[in-house]
């Protein structure tokens, strides 16, 4: 295969079949295929079709095979609790093999799905490894997430067992997992049969249901587990994700595509290899943890880490730096946020003088735009390439980036960089028609796409099609807005749906209005997410009361809040509910988020020409001013 980018990129979008086969023959096989891209029913494309392989046997056991048993797979590392483990590649798979035993006990078979709630601790990466040693399908929900939203994922997925934990913890906080599960049971029509929880030291809980069983009961009897043979298209994950409604979307993952696609990328994207340390900070229960605290790096037998801390805090903001350098990590994968967080605490990198960094070659950053302030102070003080690349938990890889590992491309401060080889990107004007270099418009992906992407939502083949792939007929719509400028660099300048990102964290603003129009008082309500210099954006909610309420302001505002934190989670991060006397619409009835948003951030924004009633935005204006939001 040739070494240059751009004659990688061509190959992989004029012969993306001959591209990905030879590809294909670095991952292990029961059954190589024969088909490589099934392609008779669009948008449905099927990779690998009649390939047979173990998502668990890429991650492990091939390591193993090649003799490589002995390095370290996973670096444990908690700030939080003072607990540091290495596990090495033949330690990771015993108990691996061990807890697919204990899963295989409780009655789990080929399909079935696990929900797994749990901190950022090994015993959630080895029970997302042995679901896939065993053929189950696992969904892990973000411990931020409250016990509605885990409600209803078990009763989208019908999760036949969900593994827990007694606790989390943020810093200054115990986040009690038990009473969250408790309460999402109570609240699910579905009911899993069994809890298996595991017990952290010092944080016991008492399990009372005959169903709830303790990790390392579960164990006792336990045998060691064989992977078993999986079909290339069977699933290895669904991982729900906000969409444009609140009805969250059950993202899958098949199972021969993903470990093709996401190795390929250790090396092409990140330039990693097996004898590197690789460590990216962010939670299994999103997307950028599920590939790549766990899934890209042990397929490709590199080492990788597990930080169950923060930027700042844990104990402060020199704790990356200090795990960069106890380590020898040699890239690092986390979101703008965590380096705006440490920025704020500590601008003049006093913390980082303290630390040996002589190991760290690359910085990648994803989640959210990358602003160029964040980057140069990056670059200045770790004097490394520091790389914006876009994705979303529907690819699960990069859809653009700089390829270090292929070639080096220069940085333009704000861009995402190229496509990546696999994507056909695109930017289209609303007729449908390709825009010209720099015109702004729809960021789309040409079909098929890549494998290690969506075949489609779990059980929702029809919401998949109308969703992504009917707007423009023969692409995908990322829902991402943007240009593509003269050399091919992509910028993404904003969502076009409701999708917000708080602190890299990606949020439906449809589902926090669904929650705020279930307060007995409000008539009805408008969030929008606004600039934030540390998280990028913040929700904020405005509400309109029924007439005849006579509750004090304040009090609605707190109990709005509080509904949200009870129902989405803290990790909404919802703090500011303001009721307001009317909101401004459209002579159609159409809220004008849009614009009021502009307000918000003090941008220019034109009257719109349908408005109802031009005042109400002076309104707007005055309660924004007075609620502290413009100053
Ligand atoms: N379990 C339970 N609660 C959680 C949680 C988890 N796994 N993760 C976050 N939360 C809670 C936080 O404790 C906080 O609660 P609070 O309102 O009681 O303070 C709330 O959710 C909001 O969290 P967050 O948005 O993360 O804000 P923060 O102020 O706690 O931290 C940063 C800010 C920048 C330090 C943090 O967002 C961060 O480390 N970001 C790194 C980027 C990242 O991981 N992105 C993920 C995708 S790549
Ligand atoms: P998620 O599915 O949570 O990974 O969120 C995906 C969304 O985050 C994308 O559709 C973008 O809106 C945004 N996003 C991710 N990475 C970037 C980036 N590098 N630049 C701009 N936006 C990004």
């Known amino acids: 295969m040739s070494s240059n980018f751009r004659q990688i990129y061509e190959q992989s979008i004029n012969r993306p079949e001959d591209f990905w086969q030879e590809i294909s023959e670095d991952i292990f096989w029961f059954k190589k295929p024969k088909q490589i891209l099934k392609k008779d029913t669009p948008p449905f494309y099927k990779w690998f079709a009649d390939g047979v392989t173990n998502t668990c046997y890429n991650a492990l056991d091939i390591h193993i095979d090649q003799g490589r ?26 108990k691996v093999s061990k807890f697919a035993g204990a899963l ?17 601790i090994p015993e959630a990466v080895i029970a997302m490894l042995a679901c ?14 409250a016990s509605n939203e885990l409600a209803s994922r078990i009763d989208d997925s019908k999760a036949k067992l969900l593994v827990t934990a007694s606790c989390g913890f943020e810093p200054g906080r115990t986040v009690e997992y038990k009473p969250l599960v408790d309460e999402a049971l109570k609240l699910a029509s579905h009911k899993p049969e069994k809890i298996i929880l595991y017990q952290r030291s010092g944080h016991e809980v008492k399990l009372n249901a005959p169903n709830e069983i ?7 009897k336990a045998q060691d587990e064989d992977c078993v043979e999986m079909n290339a298209n069977d699933f290895a994950y669904i991982l729900y994700t906000s969409g444009t409604t609140g009805i969250p979307k059950g993202i899958v993952r098949d199972i021969g595509g993903h470990i093709v696609a996401l190795k390929w990328t250790m090396k092409n994207i990140y330039n990693i290899d097996t004898n590197d340390i690789w460590w990216s900070a962010s939670d299994i229960g999103w997307i950028v943890g599920h590939s ?11 080492t990788t880490v597990l930080f169950e801390g923060k930027p700042v805090g844990t104990p402060d903001a020199g704790a990356f730096w200090k795990i960069i350098s106890d380590y020898k990590v040699k890239s690092l994968f986390t979101a703008p946020t965590a380096f ?10 006093k913390f980082f003088s303290k630390y040996d960094l002589s190991a760290f070659e690359s910085l990648f950053l994803a989640g959210e735009r990358a602003d160029p302030d964040t980057i140069k102070w990056a670059e200045n003080l770790l004097k490394v ?3 914006d690349h876009w994705w979303q938990t529907e690819t699960s890889w990069a859809i653009s980036s700089n390829c270090t590992g292929i070639e080096m491309q220069k940085t333009k401060y704000g861009s995402a960089c190229k496509a990546v080889p696999g994507y056909d990107v695109k930017v289209l004007k609303s007729d449908s028609s390709i825009a010209k270099p720099n015109e702004m418009g729809d960021i789309v992906v040409k079909l098929p796409l890549p494998p290690g992407t969506f075949p489609t939502l779990w059980k929702a083949d029809e919401r998949y099609k109308k969703t992504y792939m009917t707007n423009y007929n023969g692409y995908y719509q990322t829902y991402d807005a943007g240009h593509i400028d003269d050399d091919g660099y992509i910028w993404i300048m904003s969502r076009t749906d409701d999708i917000i990102n708080v602190a890299g964290h990606r949020l439906s603003t ?9 307060h007995q008082s409000v008539a009805e309500c408008a969030v929008l997410g606004i600039a934030d210099k540390l998280k990028g954006q913040l929700p904020i909610g405005l509400v309109v009361l029924k007439a005849g309420v006579t509750k004090d302001n304040e009090t609605i505002s707190k109990e709005c809040i509080k509904m949200v934190r009870d129902k989405i989670g803290p990790v909404a991060a919802f703090k500011v509910a303001i009721v307001i006397k009317r909101l401004p619409k459209t002579r159609s009835g159409k809220i004008l988020r849009g614009t009021i948003r502009k307000i918000a951030d003090k941008e220019e924004y034109k009257m719109p020409a349908t408005i109802d009633d031009p005042a109400i935005l002076k309104e707007i204006e005055e309660d924004l001013i007075k609620n502290n939001i413009l100053k």
Request: aromatic share 10%.
């Open 69 to 94: 048993g002995d390095k370290t797979a996973l670096i444990y590392d908690s700030p939080i609790t003072g607990n540091k483990k290495k596990f090495t590649y033949k330690e990771l798979k015993d």
């Open 104 to 120: 295989k006990n409780q009655d789990i078979k080929k399909g079935d799905r696990v929900i797994i709630y749990m901190p950022m």
């Open 132 to 145: 896939g040693r065993i053929g189950a399908i696992h969904s892990v929900v973000f411990g931020g997430f």
């Open 214 to 220: 303790s990790w390392e009961e579960s164990m006792v």
């Open 292 to 302: 790549y605290i766990v899934y890209a790096p042990l397929f490709k037998g590199c």
């Open 340 to 349: 705006r967080a440490i920025k704020k605490e500590d601008p003049e990198g």
């Open 385 to 387: 390439p520091v790389i």
């Open 510 to 518: 449809g589902a926090i209005e669904e929650v705020l129009s279930e």
